[in-house]
């Protein structure tokens, strides 16, 4: 399964992301099958963690935003292993489809029972294979930080969203512009997938612009546990969580803050491209969708070992490597290069604009860009397409692109003497 980019420059630096995520994907399926369970078959926490808890969380903020919005069509842009376009098909309806730079993660390892059959395409977030305004709703959750152009990337999201733009990130909002420029200087990018975007919130206003929602993540003092525990106090304090309805009362006790007060990690972001078009009131209750959010994950454990037992036990996908695109799929694809229409055939897809040719997997569309990246062109129309004519806003986002991109290189000589001292 071999995924190709333009070698050179900042694409390269994503190959090697590409290929250590696809290695530990794999690895991480076998452990997966050989691991304890999270939940009974009763569907109760059972080895409840820090991280599912987390993850549990971070649906919870999302879905409370989605609960307040108007939509049909949605795209994960950076899906990976969750399934939130299943999730948001089973509650709302919308079409959904699944998008990761990572070929592995888009394969539908389940056939014809995997959430991605059919409904998921590989394609890089600075260039999405897609015609401007396609998905009312672009989500893409806990990638900001990793992304090797995350402004460029931004701009893409929004430019291929109709309605609206949600992201969030653990690690990528700062709290001063102190903590920033330090975790900034410390970012080792010879680290596959290591965190390299740190933003403040001014940074994220000049970016997002006046039309912007956001909250934290996560407020420590209102978590289970302390992130500043020791990890074995930690443990037990999640692991103690043994029923449905403490988990509730728990998830709902850890998602009442929302302001970025001390104590306050991450941020989730909401971009609508109209104004005033965020859902004054929530047409659900929260605990409703706290519970379904429990059972879903519950019944998404159960499915995902008993593929990954198969992979393990050495099985193909039970899909044909030659699969037919989905025409509801094709539809929607355009050339990652010149945004032209494909031709699609079987498992290819042909530009006759520009010339481009690419080509499919198990029905899985491998929409990487072909022609070289052209830094200045992308620039400007990065800038356009976020600030317009707003001259501040462009200073402070040119600002921060050309400050993020620092990390594509390793550190000099300097750096590293520094971080010997500091460490």
């Not at 949600?166 to 512009?177: G, K, Q, R, V």
């Not at 988990?247 to 001390?262: K, Y």
């Not at 989905?326 to 929607?332: E, T």
Request: proline residues 5%; glycine residues 6%; aromatic residues 8%.
């Amino acid at each position: 399964m071999s995924e190709t980019t333009p070698a050179g420059g900042w694409q390269s630096v994503e190959d090697e992301t590409r290929e250590w995520l696809r290695e530990r994907y794999i690895e991480g399926l076998a452990k997966f099958a050989q691991a304890d369970a999270v939940w009974t078959d009763a569907g109760q926490p059972n080895q409840l963690t820090p991280y599912r808890f987390q993850e549990i969380q971070r649906k919870v903020r999302i879905f409370s935003l989605l609960d307040r919005l108007d939509f049909e069509s949605f795209i994960d842009v950076g899906s990976g292993f969750d399934v939130y376009p299943k999730l948001v098909r089973e509650r709302y309806g919308a079409s959904a489809w699944f998008s990761d730079f990572t070929h592995s993660f888009n394969l539908p390892y389940g056939g014809e029972d995997s959430a991605k059959l059919d409904r998921a395409v590989t394609a890089n977030a600075v260039r999405m294979p897609f015609a401007d305004n396609t998905f009312d709703v672009v989500l893409s959750s806990e990638v900001l930080e990793h992304l090797v152009r995350p402004v460029e990337a931004i701009a893409e999201l929004l430019r291929i969203s109709r309605k609206y733009v949600i992201m969030t990130s653990l690690e990528a909002l700062s709290c001063t512009w102190w903590q920033r420029t330090r975790s900034h200087f410390n970012v080792d990018v010879t680290s596959p997938m290591t965190e390299r975007n740190f933003f403040v919130l001014d940074e994220l206003d000049a970016i997002f612009g006046p039309d912007w929602h956001h909250e934290n993540l996560l407020y420590n003092p209102d978590l289970p546990a302390s992130v500043l525990d020791s990890q074995s106090a930690q443990g037990a304090a999640y692991a103690s969580i043994r029923d449905v309805e403490s988990l509730v009362d728990s998830l709902r006790r850890a998602t009442r803050v929302q302001d970025h007060r001390p104590g306050a990690m991450g941020i989730v972001l909401l971009r609508a491209k109209s104004p005033g078009s965020l859902l004054a009131d929530r047409p659900g209750s929260e605990d409703e969708l706290i519970r379904w959010l429990i059972q879903q994950t519950a019944s998404f454990e159960r499915v995902v070992k008993q593929f990954a037992s198969g992979m393990r036990s050495g099985d193909e996908l039970p899909v044909e490597r030659d699969r037919p695109i989905d025409p509801r799929l094709a539809a929607l694809l355009r050339c990652p290069d010149c945004l032209e229409r494909l031709t699609v055939t079987q498992a290819r897809l042909d530009c006759e604009s520009c010339g481009g040719a690419y080509r499919s997997q198990y029905g899985v569309p491998i929409l990487d860009p072909k022609l070289p990246d052209d830094g200045r062109s992308i620039e400007k129309e990065c800038l356009d397409r976020l600030c317009g004519e707003d001259r501040g806003r462009r200073r402070t986002v040119l600002r921060t692109m050309r400050r993020l991109r620092r990390n594509e290189a390793p550190a000099g000589p300097v750096r590293r003497l520094a971080w010997r001292f500091s460490r």
